[in-house]
């Protein structure tokens, strides 16, 4: 037998050819696999190399210091040549504290940091309830939020103070009793509204407790005469309480101890700083009308069934702008003759009609994606409506619902900036309108709208980010 | 051991009204129709009083006084000596074209860029998805106030299409010149193109308030006449198919119907172009369409379409790869497993988010405000407004008519929605 | 009579206003506040800085009123309006009083119940075009593309010039001034129209002024003055005599410099009146006596306001023309203060 050759040992492997490897393998499977990638390809890259040849002088050339706009572009003109183009940075220098808080006094700026800062702390016990690592976590960034930005804002040392007292008792109490968190988020509104348009301590207190004095009346009278006659008695005395009982107790204790922060006018509001406020305002009082309107649509009650829907799709039906018109110049229509208040409550007041239209639907989608066995368990166990919605169904139609609501919320965000068309100065377009009719700043126009736009850009995808990331979470915990 | 009874037989009583479940809905809805009565008496109550205190009253014969402002873009006739409803609707026209026009752009543009997106080439699924974000993370308004902005600074003037004896002599080229052959001038003023004129045209027909153009209704008509007469075709063509299991040839009949009767028409009525000439200031002859509304249409299609993207990518990523392969193993050829299995599929889901895009562009024309573009905003809710001081009449006229235009999209989207919807449960 | 409404939780803030009753000057007092609805930015008239403080030749007016009212000349709320918005505003008692380049006319008087109470500026709308188009004269555009501002009167002028002279324009409309301004140095209008006085700010503040023209056609009267709600005579007077009594110290030499002075040496029984010093005067507007001289003292006589904000010398340079005094050939002229 012929002895045949037999390999002892393996070869090393070669290396796959050029064009299977590396950059090359990676081009010709991701840009250049078929005739039409190839061509796709083409394109991208020339619009891409159009995109960056024009512009990219413009950004080159930017200026960062400069006195008006001519100036601005004599500075280009030295630098770059005749006929060159170049940014005018210097326009947001000088007005990026409009941009950002309008007329806000720049030696209050503190106030409205300190309630954005405080906002997250109020959304922890929300979105992590109950977890103390979480909870600690947000806190400490939220305190190193504030510390820094306080910093730089020169806040005065109160304000400092105050930030260290409140967050660190807020991490104590996260520590010992998470659950009992919910009730600085419950507080926070009236803080948020002290904090920005100041005045008297004892205003929000005494607001604060009307609701205190609903919910007594409720739990004292609920056992004597039933829960929704209670409901309406406690509604009733928290009503007296604000009409008659407010002032004179509000004034009788500003008297006793006068604890106050100077009184900022809201039409000092702008900027940012009132995109921000007419959003979140808007977006947490339409939660719980959004949940009533929901549910009023998911009801078996003919009546109720009818003006929820009737309600919603006539708000859904007209563009918001018609609404913010409605604010501005129908609404003094509507109410006693004489009445009449701020234009930015009257606005937030119709955004959140407006939100809460669409949140209803929203909401509406979260109760129809829970299977029917939930409602039928809660049935089983003996639940009344109110008991089985509070127990078993808002919980997780709400939790289902949460990426849905901060798309909502984006969406709000974005349509602030309509504002600016009922006189109030939004960043978008109220600001820069004053800013283009600056003696300086005349003619310029492209600086302002990208810089707001970036700004909008920011906020807007992180939160659409985080709501996906939230969105896959959801997910794993429901299949 | 119990023993069932019956249940207590009691008279009513008032009490059972709050806690027997049989009479608490009734006695809820009650309570909540009062609440809201009472409710709207108020408002209606405070509405006539303030009406009264600023010497007001509540009617629209405002609508019928001479208007005395001009509009810049009217789809039908309109001058400044008629009245306010006349402008109205040249506002409402105004609203539904740039409404229409950016659904259809917005829905092609979309589907385009939704299925770039999950193509496998890396830059333009990169690029689409820049795209995607950027357009959804900002403000509409700035891209309205952008497009408008970008339109007028880069377009040449009119007078760059200038072409004087000098230049001629020197042989220079105007700095600026018309586009596909001469036809189309765009100016930083706005786009002119082209008009239909017939020589022998039928004339218009004045009902009082409208007047008709017959050439365009003609043509309408015979458009129609074709369409109905090529369906006829086809009924016949698919019961010849059932009958004897050949399809007779249809296409040329088709051809023949649909284009013959239109062509014939318009030649019969010497159609030509009136093509723009730069007269004076400005061209002169064509349609000049102005860029509030070419800016407002290019934004709310670029928004728009980066939402429908979104839409059409989930839509198709929600169909399984298994439903393309029971396909092909049923022996369908690729085009009848897009047409028959994928697309119903697909359409399912996409239609009903694909339908509040839709009215959402719509109701997002009314930021034409930004560019000053005459919507139904502008003209009764904005400069008949303001001439008139008729707020109450002119913004609950307004509501209204973009809450009918709302109902009527989603009434008929719901329809052809029920349509696609998979019957059987 | 002041009475707070309080809704729920936002009774916290300051939000709330009170109720506007029939008596405004009582209102404003009670208030210590003056609400004036302004322009939302219109560069020399009323426009705010990048810190928020108003200033231009509206603005002041307003000023001065509070000055008379309040005795401070910042304690003005300066409310932001739109075209759309503003009458409303005044209306609904949003604003005690409206500056804002309002043109004075028949039906806003009869219509829309508001009193105009003053003439603070007379203006009246003209073109601008740009020198090298060649036009001399507002009836050689034909064809021409306008640019204006919507919600104004000078649409409304616009197509009756156009109309009484039977020639063609292709309007473009615009939101606001620098709007308007940008379009047209774009050359996307060959002529913008707005009030004469808005033409020349805008022409004074371009990069090449001196290629720009205003055409010499001014077609319509454009009185433009402070705005009261119909209905409240007492206020409406207060207003209107503030102004006159900017008028009249620009008449009788009182600046703001020299008020103290003058009030101590006049023999002037006018002055004396005026700056309080003789008679009652203010009190029987339901103000104190020297009112009026807090007012000049404050923000100066008309002269002074004039040639601050808009006046020859500064960037919007205007000349007075038809606002100089009766004295120098113009149109201001105040009743006398007795």
Sequence with gaps: MAQGFTRTEILPALPPPITERGAVKWMRENLFSTPLNIVLTVLGALFVYWIVASSLPWWLNSVWNAESLSQCREIVQAKAGEGATGACWASIRVWWGAFLFGFYPPAEWWRPILAFGLLFAALAPVLYAGQRGNLTLVLGVVAAFLLVTLYLSQAPTSAFVMVVVLVAGLIALAQVLPGKLLWFTLVYPAL?????????????????????????????TSPLIGLAPAAGAGIVAAALWWLYLDVPLLSALHSMLPLEIRSINSDQFGGFLLATVIGVTGISFSLPIGILLALGRQSDMLIVKTLSVGFIE??????????????????????????????????????????????AEVIRGGLAALPRGQYEAADALGLDYWRAQRLIILPQ??????????????????????????????????????????????????????????????????????????????????? | MTMATDAPKDGFRLSMLVYDTRYRSYTIQIVVLVLFALAVAWLLNNTVQNLAARGKEFNFGFLWQRAGYDIGQQLIPYNNDDNHFRALLIGLLNTIV????????????????????????????RLMTIYVEMFRNVPLLLWILLSYVILSEVTPQPRDFRVTDEMVAAGEEPAAS?????????????????????????????????????????????????VFINLRIIRSARATQEATGVRPVTWWKSILVLFVPVIALIVAMGFHLDIPTLQGFNFQGGILVAHSFTALLIALTLYTAAFIAEIVRAGIQAISRGQSEAAFALGLRPNRTMNLIILPQALRVIIPPLISQYLNLTKNTSLGIAVSYLDLRGTLGGITLNQTGRELECMLLMMLIYLSISLMISAVMNMYNNSVQLKAR | MKKSVFFGALAATTLVAGLAGAATLDDVKARGELLCGSNTGLTGFGAPDASGNWAGFDVDLCRAVAAAVLGDANKVKFVPTTGETRFTALQS????????????????????????????YYDGQGF??????????????????????????????????FKQNNISYQPVTVSDDSEAQRQYLAGACDAYTTDASGLAASRATMPDAENHVILPEIISKEPLGPVVRHGDNNWGDVVRWTYYALLIAEEKGVTSANVEEVLASTTDEEVKRLLGASGDMGAKFGLDNDAFKRSIAAVGNYGEIFSRNIGEGTTINLARGLNALWTQGGLQYAPPFR
């Design chain 1, 314 to 359: 006539f708000v859904r039906g007209v563009p918001l702008i018609t609404l913010l018109f409605t604010a501005s110049l129908l609404l003094q229509y509507f109410l006693p003759p004489g009445t009449n208040f701020d234009i930015i409550l009257r606005v937030i007041i119709l955004v959140t009609f407006f939100a809460a239209a669409y949140l």
């Design chain 3, 128 to 161: 601008m075009v740009k020198k090298d188009l060649g036009v001399s004269s507002a009836k050689e555009l034909d064809g021409a593309t306008v640019c204006i501002q919507t919600g104004t009167t000078t649409e409304l002028n616009l197509a009756d010039f």
């Design chain 1, 192 to 220: 948020c509204f002290w904090l920005l348009w100041g005045g008297s301590i004892w205003s929000p207190i005494v607001a604060m407790a009307g609701f205190a004095v609903l919910y007594a009346v409720f739990r004292l």
């Design chain 3, 93 to 120: 008692g949003e604003v005690d009083l409206l500056v804002r380049n309002s043109t004075w006319t028949s039906s806003r008087d009869s219509e829309l119940a508001l009193d105009f109470v003053a003439v603070n």
């Design chain 1, 397 to 479: 139609a709400l939790k289902v619902s949460i990426p849905a609501i901060v798309s909502t919320f984006i969406g709000l965000f974005k349509d602030t900036t309509l504002v600016s068309f009922v006189g109030l100065m939004d960043p978008l377009r109220g600001v820069t309108t004053i800013l283009r009719a600056d003696i300086n700043w005349k003619g310029i126009y492209w600086e302002p709208y990208i810089f707001v736009g970036a700004i909008f850009f920011l906020i807007c995808f992180g939160m659409s980010r985080y709501s996906m990331y939230l969105e896959r979470k959801l997910k794993t915990d429901h299949r």
């Design chain 2, 178 to 226: 018309m586009m596909l052959f001469d036809t189309v001038a765009v100016t930083n003023r706005g786009t002119n193109i082209p008009s239909a004129l017939f020589e022998r045209g039928l004339g218009k027909l004045d009902l009082g308030f409208v007047s008709l153009n017959l050439d365009f209704w003609a043509i309408l008509a015979v458009l129609a006449a074709s």
């Design chain 2, 98 to 125: 740039v409404a229409i026009f950016g659904c259809i752009f917005a829905t092609i543009l979309g589907v385009i860029i939704g299925v770039l997106r999950l193509s496998k080439n890396w830059l333009v699924s």
